[in-house]
């Protein structure tokens, strides 16, 4: 996902703390889950150049961070003269290459964001002066939970309650708002995290008289650029006497996501839970890696798969119990049990499917 920062500090009013949000907003983008949130910085941008880096870069969402009040945004021309931007010069600007949000850190900007939703699909504005802190601080909560791939609404909400709580703690009132008011989609998400999923195979949430499960591993929120995928485990329970480190732990798949998905083209059994690593190679050579543990694979997939992980059966809530319990830990409650102990359980193995591959 691709954010573009632009921050406007008017000459006579030097207020705006700039450089306290860039760092922030880095920090939010460096520990999203996954796929990372990419942000153009351009926290001096002239109002001349707007139109053109936006139309440029393409961003997913606008960030602008301005001083404003409830008829425009007070930004600066490359001379340094105060421009008044209102809600009908933004959506010019924006609507050669409109992003899906935009985002005012503004005082009083709530009407111009509303005004602007012809252009955009969402945009977030307040309906006060806001201080500073409160400002950059509902933002960082924004773009945290959007990195974490939490749905739009999820994300404002902990950020309309950070402003919330921050503007009271100064003796002020100010209500953010996400517009349009009652068109949100409660399931929309701008980010989609890159994570490892996992599925029964044939949806058959059973194990066998082994006590093994069938699984087929994958990877959601896969970048288009993908063409190469690396999954691996460390659990020393795959390895084969007559085969190398590489041929027992890791699976390698060549092929194009679909829809953001890239399976592999082979089923991987397994007694018990364990931990799952994918390196994801991109055409440009970019790469990105991932973890997880079968048991919390399964649980993202069938979460998205039934709606909400409420809507788990119990069926399939006990098999993934199951699993867990065999994790491979010699001193947990589950083994002073009785359980089964990692030397007698049956051997994990992975074995080729013999159709291709789903990407």
Not at 76 to 102: D, E, F, H, M, Y
Not at 252 to 266: C, I, P, Q, R, T
Not at 313 to 320: G, R
């Amino acid at each position: 996902m691709k954010i573009l920062y632009v921050a406007s500090n008017p000459q006579a009013n030097a207020t705006l703390l700039a450089e306290n949000e860039i760092t922030e907003l880095q920090s939010a983008a460096i520990y999203g889950r996954g796929r990372r949130m990419d942000f153009l910085f351009l926290p001096a941008l002239p109002y001349e150049e707007l139109e053109t880096h936006i139309w440029n870069y393409r961003p997913d969402i606008v960030h602008i961070s301005a001083h404003g009040d409830k008829e425009q945004l007070t930004i600066t021309s490359s001379s340094r003269q105060n421009i008044g931007l209102p809600a009908s010069a933004l959506n010019t600007l924006l609507a050669p290459a409109p992003p899906k949000l935009v985002y005012l850190n503004a005082c009083d900007s709530a009407d111009i964001a509303k005004g602007i939703c012809d252009t955009v699909r969402y945009a977030i504005g307040t309906t006060a002066p806001i201080t500073n802190f409160a400002a950059r601080k509902g933002a960082i909560a924004f773009y945290r939970a959007i990195g974490q791939g939490r749905t739009l609404r999820s994300a404002f909400e902990s950020s309309r309650s950070t402003v919330e709580v921050l503007s009271s703690a100064g003796g002020s009132k100010v209500e953010t708002i996400l517009f349009p008011e009652n068109g949100i989609e409660d399931d929309a998400v701008l980010h989609e995290p890159t994570r490892i999923v996992a599925h029964f195979e044939s949806h058959d949430f059973k194990l066998n008289k082994h006590g093994v499960a069938k699984l087929e591993i994958g990877v959601a929120g896969c970048p288009d650029q993908v063409r190469q995928v690396v999954f691996c485990t460390d659990d020393e329970t795959f390895i084969e006497d007559d085969s190398e480190l590489e041929t027992s732990l890791c699976s390698v798949n060549l092929g194009y996501a679909w829809k953001g998905e890239f399976w592999l083209d082979e089923v991987w059994q397994t007694f018990g839970d364990m931990r799952i690593f994918a390196l994801l190679i991109s055409a440009n050579g970019e790469h990105v890696s991932v973890s997880s543990t079968v048991c919390d694979a399964l649980e993202e997939f069938y979460q998205v798969y039934f709606g909400s992980k409420a809507a788990l059966s119990p069926e399939l809530i006990e098999v993934i119990a199951t699993l867990r319990s065999e994790d491979g830990a010699r001193l947990s409650a589950n083994r002073r049990r009785g359980l089964t102990t990692p030397q007698n359980s049956p051997t994990r193995i992975k074995k080729r499917r013999a159709a291709t591959s789903k990407t």
